[in-house]
């Protein structure tokens, strides 16, 4: 069963303009939350993370969403620029309870058209 | 290069044959954690250690699999009789601590079972 959906296998966007990325989980036990940027042919690098007792991150550009209670977390990237293109991973685990493993989305493709 | 290393990047085997891959981690970092990535899917946890000890492990960890991190420093991934569902990314991360911090992760070893 998979535990972190990421339901649009792939979005494009225009340079310039909004992206919105999303997320759903279903384990309400999870309590911490990750975004993760992948090129093809190298590893995941860490772009911004949310605890449970949040619901708003911001870092430059990159900014994620919390909603506990739809159990839906969303990353939001403005303006986009071609360099975002990638394959983005939302994740999640629940550290206080010993699972420090993430649990991954199969990922959204992002795709910034010039 | 202080990231996290990971030996080799490629490797072909025989079906049967066993495979031993290599992870060094940021040398701080003393939680290290091992991934399984398939074509389409999200990282998938496999296990994680605190120094030498291994502290969880997930149920796609079968007995074929074995890891050791012997002095808490570079950890090793056995795969014994490998299987052709064995071909698969191996991916490495490490973390400075648990708890609420991001993973670092290596560029993986991709492991092709002929």
């Known amino acids: 069963d998979q535990q972190v959906k990421q339901n649009s296998p792939s979005l494009s966007v225009q340079e310039g303009r909004i992206s919105i990325l999303n997320c759903d989980y279903t384990n309400s036990m999870f309590d911490y939350f990750l975004w993760y940027k992948k090129y093809p042919a190298e590893g995941p690098t860490f772009l911004i993370s949310i605890s449970s007792i949040k619901d708003k991150n911001e870092d430059g550009r990159f900014t994620v969403f919390l909603n506990k209670s739809a159990k839906h977390l969303s990353l939001h990237i403005v303006p986009s620029q071609p360099g975002d293109s990638a394959v983005y991973f939302c994740a999640a685990s629940n550290p206080g309870g010993g699972a420090d493993g993430l649990t991954f989305g199969k990922g959204t493709h992002l795709i910034i058209q010039p | 290069d202080t990231g996290v290393s990971q030996n080799p990047r490629h490797k072909i085997t025989k079906r049967g044959q066993n495979v031993t891959f290599r992870c060094d981690p940021i040398?701080?970092?003393?939680?290290l954690y091992w991934y399984r990535q398939t074509l389409g899917q999200g990282p998938e946890f496999l296990t994680y250690?605190?120094?030498?000890?291994?502290?969880?492990k997930s149920r796609l960890l079968s007995d074929r699999f074995s890891a050791e991190r012997p002095k808490g420093s570079f950890s090793t991934l056995e795969i014994q009789r490998t299987e052709q569902g064995d071909s698969a990314m191996y991916l490495c991360?490490?973390?400075?601590?648990?708890?609420?911090?991001?993973?670092?992760f290596g560029q993986g070893t991709r492991l092709t079972v002929v």
């Open positions: 040398s701080e970092h003393n939680r």
């Open positions: 991360a490490s973390s400075p601590t648990g708890g609420l911090t991001e993973a670092f």
């Open positions: 250690f605190q120094n030498e000890a291994q502290l969880e």
